[in-house]
């Protein structure tokens, strides 16, 4: 690919997300005008492109918002401390970085072989709140994108019983902040595209110890199989997730199955007892396998 043709897909590219993280900013009202956003960082693609693309959408905003990036040093060994606070002093943008050895706490409690994710997030979380506080931050960014909100949905599916994702607004563990997911709509795979573009400074994710058998990466390579074997397949998947019809589920919560009633007023109630026939891409419907 010559330099022209690789200005011109990193060029379309930068401009599909950033309007990808309006979009979901606008849909769920994430950020408004006064807000001060707290962007974690955790040296990873992923809360590199939200910081890179919430500072080239603060710019062109309908709302006036402040910025602050924050990063927690774990204590990892082999972390490389200085490589975030270089970053960020380059960019010229506020910063907190905070340091807790909550890597020998886990280390300590959880027996070897065990999933350390558990602990260590709540630990984490637990820094973030306190920060944000400290720092008067309205709302809490993380870099969480669709894949992992669509592995979210899988994981607590095949192992929680739930119906259940990763929602891109949401009020904190402590109930005093508002945490919001700017890449919900963004995929992994076009994040891995932009850091390669932008040249971010990658801190390895693996400085706990590679855990390669944990269920998220079986359910990512679930979906990666499917991506590749099925175009379109994921995107469906996360669509449904805005799809919701609570008649045609089982959750009396949500939907009260007593009032169901006959005929017009099960129109009025959206508890019809087929669905209509779904259709492929170019709007032909798709006959049942099980027909014949």
């Given at each position: 690919m010559d330099q022209q043709k690789q200005i011109y897909e990193a060029n379309k590219l930068a401009k599909r997300l950033r309007r990808l993280v309006g979009q979901a900013i606008s849909d769920f009202d994430m950020i408004r005008d006064g807000d001060k956003v707290m962007v974690c960082l955790s040296g990873g693609k992923d809360s590199y492109g939200l910081l890179d693309l919430l500072l080239c959408l603060r710019g062109h905003s309908p709302a006036k918002f402040d910025l602050v990036a924050f990063n927690l040093d774990q204590k990892h060994p082999g972390y490389p401390a200085q490589v975030l606070p270089d970053y960020l002093s380059a960019?010229?943008?506020?910063?907190?970085?905070?340091?807790?050895d909550t890597h020998s706490v886990v280390k300590r409690v959880i027996p070897e072989g065990k999933t350390m994710c558990g602990l260590c997030s709540r630990l984490r979380r637990g820094v973030i709140y306190r920060v944000a506080k400290e720092l008067g931050a309205t709302k809490i960014a993380l870099g969480h994108h669709r894949d992992d909100?669509?592995?979210t949905f899988f994981l607590n599916l095949f192992f929680a019983a739930k119906l259940k994702a990763m929602p891109p607004k949401l009020v904190s563990d402590?109930?005093?902040?508002i945490v919001i997911r700017p890449l919900a709509y963004v995929s992994e795979h076009d994040l891995t595209r932009y850091a390669q573009v932008k040249r971010f400074p990658?801190?390895?994710?693996?400085?706990?110890?590679?855990?390669?058998?944990?269920?998220?990466?079986?359910?990512?390579?679930m979906l990666r199989d499917w991506d590749k074997r099925f175009p379109g397949r994921v995107e469906s998947l996360f669509n449904s997730l805005g799809n919701v019809h609570p008649s045609h589920l089982l959750d009396r919560s949500l939907f009260d199955f007593a009032a169901v009633r006959t005929q017009e007023e099960a129109y009025a109630?959206?508890?019809?007892?087929?669905?209509?026939?779904?259709?492929?891409?170019?709007g032909i419907a798709l006959r049942r396998q099980d027909a014949a």
């Open positions: 960019l010229g943008i506020p910063f907190r970085i905070a340091t807790q909100i669509l592995e402590d109930g005093q902040h990658i801190i390895p994710c693996d400085l706990c110890g590679a855990q390669a058998n944990l269920q998220r990466q079986q359910v990512k390579a109630l959206g508890d019809t007892v087929f669905d209509e026939e779904p259709v492929d891409a170019a």
